[in-house]
């Protein structure tokens, strides 16, 4: 079975430039997680999805951040315009969506962004 | 509110000695407490999680954790470590609903000597 797939796996851009972030969740999972995670810390969550709806967007700046998940399969998460402190790395996740409280969480490998 | 601290930054342990990275939660409601392990440069992966069952649950690599809800607690245990558990260990706490939030721990580094 595939896991999640994020792409790209690195980033290095200019601020005030625009990024975008792209998962592909494992088949079948409704539920799609994103999260930032700095360095030494845990991952923070920015966003959920259960299918195509964001049931849970309190924690994304929404001035510069927005997501998608069109088809309520792959999601994309843009930045614009980034600045030096989104350097961190972008963690997407999905779980098969029984009962999200309780659900396992399958994690992609993450994508490093660096803002210079 | 629910929150998750994992009391020790970092945690060194001699190979086939215990382990014991701790975790303590608060929350309003009843909660669903997991650890994840992330091994560098590979995801987040479950060891185990706690979703109201038996309060001493098995996970994989030999790892469990007991539920104590009388000290808030979901400690991680594993009798014998292996240099292969040499990883960051995040405590999780989830509660979905009206008021939905998932918090993980600031994590605790485990290495493991010779």
């Known amino acids: 079975e595939a896991g999640v797939v994020q792409s790209p796996r690195y980033k290095i851009i200019e601020k005030k430039q625009p990024v975008a972030f792209w998962c592909n969740p494992i088949?079948?999972?409704?539920?799609l997680y994103w999260y930032l995670q700095n360095l030494g810390q845990g991952p923070e969550l920015l966003i959920r999805?259960?299918?195509?709806?964001?049931?849970?967007d309190s924690q994304l700046p929404k001035d510069r951040f927005s997501a998608e998940r069109l088809k309520g399969v792959d999601s994309t998460l843009k930045i614009q315009p980034a600045e030096l402190g989104d350097s961190a790395v972008y963690l997407c996740?999905?779980?098969?969506?029984?009962?999200?409280?309780?659900?396992?969480?399958?994690f992609g490998p993450g994508t490093r962004l660096t803002v210079l | 509110a629910q929150s998750v601290t994992q009391l020790d930054s970092h945690v060194s342990v001699s190979e086939g000695t215990p382990v014991l990275l701790r975790c303590n939660y608060s929350?309003?409601?009843?909660?669903?407490l997991f650890w994840y392990v992330q091994h560098p440069n590979k995801g987040l992966q479950l060891l185990l999680k706690?979703?109201?069952?038996?309060?001493l649950v098995k996970g994989i690599n030999g790892f469990e954790a007991e539920f104590k809800k009388s000290e808030t607690s979901f400690h991680l245990t594993k009798p014998s470590a292996h240099m292969s558990d040499a990883a960051e260990y995040f405590c999780?706490?989830?509660?979905?609903?009206?008021?939905?939030?998932?918090?993980f721990g600031s994590g605790t580094r485990l290495s493991i000597r010779p």
């Open positions: 996740a999905s779980s098969p969506g029984q009962d999200s409280s309780t659900d396992t969480q399958y």
């Open positions: 999780v706490v989830s509660r979905w609903g009206s008021a939905s939030k998932i918090i």
């Open positions: 929350s309003s409601y009843s909660p669903s």
């Open positions: 706690y979703t109201s069952a038996a309060t």
């Open positions: 999805y259960e299918n195509e709806e964001a049931v849970d």
């Open positions: 088949s079948g999972h409704n539920t």
